[in-house]
T-cell receptor
Framework: DGGITQSPKYLFRKEGQNVTLSCEQN?????MYWYRQDPGQGLRLIYYSQIVNDFQKGDIAEGYSVSREKKESFPLTVTSAQKNPTAFYLC?????????FGPGTRLTVL | KNEVEQSPQNLTAQEGEFITINCSYSVGISALHWLQQHPGGGIVSLFM?????KKHGRLIATINIQEKHSSLHITASHPRDSAVYICAVISNYQLIWGAGTKLIIKP
């Protein structure tokens, strides 16, 4: 089946630890995106990548890092520099403006 | 002030009621997107429109470009319609997201 997978669905980490969220797509999309969703707020763009080996900062990139070594994969690392990392993280892919979303990862930092 | 405002933030209704969710925006747009987010978190696209009206099953989306306003209507609502409905506008090659409207339909 074609789609976007994110793993894990729930993730718990201790404060000060880096954590990497996985995003894989088999839709053959060039562009991939990472969003953060907090209660009562719209989605906020963290990073996006329009092609392999290239990515751009979104509106809230501080404390996050990404890589795009393969077309299918766009992992997001939440570093210890991110001051408030507990949130719901959504990965998407697609040709702008149409986007297909993964199921999301809920990260809780204890 | 947010560039995209949705109202209401929360809506609870009885099964069978006609539902309206509103989206107002303050920027110039090329199109507007309505999406649905189920309790599990996944988001699916419902409509993308730049003028007029679109219908799919019990869902109807309208947009008035002059008034910078769009509405999403659900006819004969059902508990399975319970979800967060999100409006996003496409402006200058960016997506600007509304905060969402949480809809609960009671049986």
């Amino acid at each position: 089946d074609g789609g976007i997978t994110q793993s894990p669905k729930y993730l718990f980490r201790k404060e000060g630890q880096n954590v990497t969220l996985s995003c894989e797509q088999n839709l053959n999309h060039d562009a991939m995106y990472w969003y953060r969703q907090d209660p009562g707020q719209g989605l906020r763009l963290i990073y996006y990548s329009q092609i392999v080996n290239d990515f751009q900062k979104g509106d809230i990139a501080e404390g996050y890092s990404v890589s795009r070594e393969k077309k299918e994969s766009f992992p997001l690392t939440v570093t210890s520099a991110q001051k408030n990392p507990t949130a719901f993280y959504l990965c998407a892919s697609g040709r702008f403006p149409e986007q297909f979303f993964g199921p999301g990862t809920r990260l809780t930092v204890l | 002030k947010n560039e995209v405002e949705q109202s209401p933030q929360n809506l609870t209704a009885q099964e069978g009621e006609f539902i309206t969710i509103n989206c107002s925006y303050s920027v110039g747009i090329s199109a507007l997107h309505w999406l649905q987010q189920h309790p599990g978190g996944g988001i699916v696209s419902l409509f993308m429109l730049s003028s007029g009206k679109k219908k799919h099953g019990r869902l109807i989306a309208t947009i008035n470009i002059q008034e910078k306003h769009s509405s999403l209507h659900i006819t004969a609502s059902h508990p399975r319609d319970s979800a967060v409905y999100i409006c996003a506008v496409i402006s200058n090659y960016q997506l600007i997201w509304g905060a969402g409207t949480k809809l609960i339909i009671k049986p």
